[in-house]
């Protein structure tokens, strides 16, 4: 059938499966110029199907040449609706993987369930007989809590005031303003339970358990922290909040993983163009004058180049776990928050409206980025063929 993009907001209803695997193609064709020493040899992702998740798997895989599980929750073609973009991306991956006789395994599932990780649990004993990195890239608006059954919801929110700053409308090209009220107590804790770090220490706690990692295994999860216009619902929002809980797992994993010598690690990694990043509110317009500034200025990265340097730079190679900042977190934003791109940023800021929005922000590119994520806009597709879905 023929597909085209219908987008709805921050998300679009259809994938094309040749645009997907053209995009798993070119940050293959990136990682492969490139080289991770000392790379892990078996590699278990969760929430590998699409942005920051994807990259580290296609930098693992093909600058390190890691065998892969890669945990994701997709949604399969049905009938004349072609499935999400992550289910063509793992598809495409796991052939392109294959190809270079590496073991590529894919979970589709709730990676909060007890029952995905039995099943990955049950893959590793039988492909890999252990592992040695875990990669956690989950972002996700909900989570049901394995124990209890209670269904937690994420909120993007700032916390104790409410507030009012300008976003974009993507879609129609529009600058507005946009007021948040402020959390709700049970709501800040709902967000703590989705994106925090509980269900990182479940999977390395279900594990250890089983007896399933190397001596030395690394593990790792992925925080922002970004410039202070953003610091009000990102930061010090309930994303935020999420995010230091993160820390707190991570030294929780860190005691965990004592006895075989492992080490957990946050990365905070820049802004980029994905399905989650599309959905808080002020940071598509942010992203839109953050690349203009970047791309301007020749420091330009998306996911792929970000997780070549974290896996090549920080993680393993010559000197891994050695740049941490105060926190002790691998910091790969530092592009981003260099005092030249957001004194640029913060020039641009005060000043955009709907009138300026094209010359004063990579809006076009944006939206390029975000229609690419789900296979559309490529010159190398033929939009007009019909393909299998
Ligand atoms: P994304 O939306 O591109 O990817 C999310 C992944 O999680 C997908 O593979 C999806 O299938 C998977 N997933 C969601 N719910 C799931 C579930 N219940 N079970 C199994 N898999 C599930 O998101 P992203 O932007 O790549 O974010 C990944 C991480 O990186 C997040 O922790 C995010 O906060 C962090 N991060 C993102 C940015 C950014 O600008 N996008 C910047 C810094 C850090």
């Known amino acids: 059938m023929i597909i085209q993009p219908k987008t709805r907001g921050f998300i679009s209803l259809t994938a094309h499966p040749e645009g997907c695997a053209n995009n798993v193609k070119e940050q293959m064709e990136f990682a492969a110029e490139h080289s991770i020493a000392d790379a892990p040899k078996n590699v278990l992702l969760i929430g ?6 994807l990259a580290s798997r296609i930098a693992l895989a093909f ?8 945990v994701f929750f997709e949604r399969p073609a049905d009938g004349d609706k072609p499935a999400s973009a992550g289910w063509y ?23 909060f369930s007890s029952d995905i990780k039995e099943q990955a649990i049950a893959l590793i004993k039988q492909k890999f007989g252990k592992i040695d990195c875990i990669v956690y890239s989950l972002a996700s608006p909900k989570r049901i809590d394995p124990f209890s059954g209670e269904v937690f919801k994420s909120v993007l ?8 700053g300008k976003t974009v409308n993507v879609d129609r090209e529009e600058v507005t ?24 220490e479940l999977w390395i706690q279900a594990l250890l358990g089983e007896n399933l990692l190397e001596n030395g295994t690394k593990t790792v999860a992925y925080s ?38 492992g080490r957990a690690a946050v990365s905070v990694n820049k802004a980029v163009v994905t399905q989650a990043s599309a959905a808080i509110p002020v940071v598509p317009l942010y992203i839109s004058i953050l690349f203009k500034i970047m791309k301007e200025k020749g ?7 970000q997780m070549v340097r974290l896996f090549r730079d920080h993680l393993y190679g010559i000197s891994p776990m050695k740049s941490l900042d105060d926190e002790g977190r691998i910091r790969l934003d530092e592009f981003e928050l260099s005092e030249d791109v957001q004194h640029a940023v913060l020039d641009i800021w005060p000043k955009i409206s709907t009138e300026n929005l094209n010359q004063l922000s990579d809006i076009k590119g944006y939206k390029q980025e975000f229609l690419k994520l789900f296979g559309f806009g490529l010159e190398s597709v033929d939009y007009g063929k019909d393909v299998e879905i």
């Not at 590998?48 to 998740?53: H, I, L, V």
């Not at 793992?90 to 990676?111: H, M, P, R, T, W």
């Not at 420091?299 to 180049?305: N, Q």
């Open 48 to 53: 590998a199907s699409t942005g920051y998740g």
């Open 63 to 70: 600058a390190g040449g890691a065998n892969t599980i890669g």
């Open 89 to 111: 991306n793992s598809v495409a991956f796991k052939k392109f993987a294959e190809q270079k006789g590496l073991c590529a395994e894919n979970i589709n599932g709730d990676a």
């Open 157 to 164: 929110k700032p916390i104790g005031t409410s507030f009012t």
């Open 177 to 200: 303003e946009v007021t948040i009220e402020p959390a709700a107590a049970d709501e800040v804790y709902a967000t703590e339970k989705v994106m925090g770090g509980e269900d990182w």
């Open 224 to 261: 922002y922290v970004g410039p202070e216009i953003t610091w009000p619902i990102y930061a010090n929002g309930t994303i935020g909040a999420a995010k230091d809980d993160l820390m707190r797992a991570r030294t929780a994993i860190n005691f965990l993983m004592a006895g075989i010598g």
């Open 299 to 305: 420091c330009h990265e998306g996911c792929i180049e």
